[in-house]
């Protein structure tokens, strides 16, 4: 308890002590999900030759193993993937689709003074600008620590809901649910993908967020802490910060973005749902037609 009551005296005096200059700094974060379960279904399939199983883990290692840059100051940060010099191209359009679901996907803006967020997207060929509160997760202070980058860290840990339209939160489905599915007549059993997994009700999120940095930031929507999150875990996705820059000589403008029709985040989650549902019943045979499916947000 000494240990978390002095971090955040030390939070206050440090944020004073910026608030004479323009300060803004830079953090580069590594994003790794876990497929370790999906490889053990994928292993247990008579169905997928080796060749079949490689290009499926070469694939689910682009869309889950990537690089982002956050750029803050005292009151606002965007976070955007590192842009590479070659863009993927492999894998078919559910791979490409899913990729884009996979914690990637335009500038996400966040406001902790508003709190208030901003996220363009572009989905099926349309560009969205998802515009939102900020979520606030009642985060539970713990007094252990640990060095990240030189810099001490403490943990914090915090219960959310885990997004059904974000692919790193889907898992394989239980056994059981496997076991009742076998059990249907040949012509009832489902074999697109997303009937065999399944989003969680809930999820353990784990933070560690350095004092020394005194803003309420971090990676993606995380925030609310007395300092930067360095690395944040939610069971299967880990997002680790590699490299810190503060007062950069080259400063960016860290604004919101504008571009996209605005959509509140149930509305663009609604319709993502929605076009999933298509691709599914598609996919089955049930009446699914080719091209020509909107998405409509509103009038």
Same mark, same amino acid.
């Given at each position: 308890m000494y240990?978390v009551i002095?971090? &955040?005296?030390?939070a206050?005096?440090?944020?004073m *002590? &910026?608030?004479?200059?323009?300060f803004?700094?830079?953090? $580069? /974060?590594e994003?790794r999900?876990?497929t370790?379960d999906?490889k053990s279904r994928? !292993?247990g399939n008579?169905?997928?030759?080796?060749d079949?199983q490689?290009r499926?883990?070469?694939?689910?290692?682009?869309?889950f193993?990537?690089t982002?840059?956050l750029?803050f100051n005292?009151?606002a940060?965007i /976070?955007?993937? %590192?842009?590479?010099l070659?863009?993927s191209?492999?894998? =078919? *359009?559910g791979?490409?689709?899913?990729?884009?679901?996979?914690?990637? =996907?335009g500038?996400?803006?966040k406001? $902790?003074?508003?709190?208030? /967020?901003?996220?363009?997207?572009e989905?099926? =060929?349309?560009e #969205?600008l998802?515009?939102d509160s900020? @979520?606030s &997760?009642?985060w539970k202070m713990?007094a252990?620590?640990?060095v990240i980058?030189g810099y @001490?860290?403490?943990k914090?840990?915090a219960?959310?809901?885990?997004?059904?339209t974000?692919?790193?939160?889907?898992r394989?489905r239980k056994e059981d649910?496997?076991?009742?599915e076998?059990?249907?007549?040949a012509?009832?059993?489902?074999?697109?993908?997303?009937?065999?997994? !399944?989003?969680p009700k %809930?999820i353990v999120i784990?933070?560690? /967020?350095t004092s020394?940095?005194?803003?309420?930031q971090?990676? !993606?929507?995380?925030?609310?802490l007395p *300092?930067?999150?360095?690395e944040v875990n939610?069971g +299967?996705?880990t997002i680790l910060c590699?490299?810190? $820059? &503060?007062?950069?000589k080259?400063k960016v %403008?860290?604004?919101?973005?504008t571009?996209g029709?605005? $959509?509140?985040q149930?509305?663009?989650?609604?319709a993502?749902?929605?076009k999933? %549902?298509? #691709? +599914?019943?598609m996919?089955?045979g +049930?009446g699914g037609r080719?091209? *020509?499916?909107q998405i +409509?947000? =509103?009038?």
């Amino acid at each position: 308890m000494y240990k978390v009551i002095f971090t &955040l005296v030390l939070a206050v005096l440090s944020f004073m *002590g &910026l608030q004479a200059q323009e300060f803004q700094g830079m953090a $580069v /974060y590594e994003s790794r999900t876990s497929t370790s379960d999906f490889k053990s279904r994928m !292993e247990g399939n008579k169905n997928m030759t080796p060749d079949m199983q490689k290009r499926i883990e070469e694939n689910m290692k682009k869309m889950f193993e990537k690089t982002f840059i956050l750029n803050f100051n005292k009151t606002a940060s965007i /976070y955007k993937e %590192e842009e590479k010099l070659e863009a993927s191209t492999q894998g =078919g *359009g559910g791979f490409r689709m899913m990729s884009s679901f996979a914690g990637g =996907g335009g500038t996400f803006y966040k406001n $902790v003074k508003d709190k208030q /967020y901003s996220n363009d997207k572009e989905f099926m =060929g349309k560009e #969205f600008l998802v515009k939102d509160s900020l @979520t606030s &997760l009642a985060w539970k202070m713990e007094a252990e620590t640990r060095v990240i980058g030189g810099y @001490t860290c403490y943990k914090a840990t915090a219960v959310k809901k885990p997004s059904a339209t974000d692919f790193r939160n889907m898992r394989p489905r239980k056994e059981d649910a496997d076991k009742k599915e076998a059990a249907k007549p040949a012509d009832d059993k489902k074999t697109n993908f997303l009937d065999s997994v !399944e989003v969680p009700k %809930e999820i353990v999120i784990t933070a560690w /967020y350095t004092s020394e940095i005194p803003v309420s930031q971090g990676p !993606e929507g995380y925030w609310g802490l007395p *300092g930067l999150i360095l690395e944040v875990n939610d069971g +299967r996705t880990t997002i680790l910060c590699s490299k810190i $820059v &503060l007062n950069p000589k080259d400063k960016v %403008e860290i604004k919101a973005v504008t571009k996209g029709k605005v $959509v509140s985040q149930k509305e663009y989650d609604e319709a993502v749902m929605k076009k999933m %549902e298509e #691709f +599914r019943e598609m996919n089955q045979g +049930r009446g699914g037609r080719e091209g *020509g499916m909107q998405i +409509r947000f =509103g009038n």
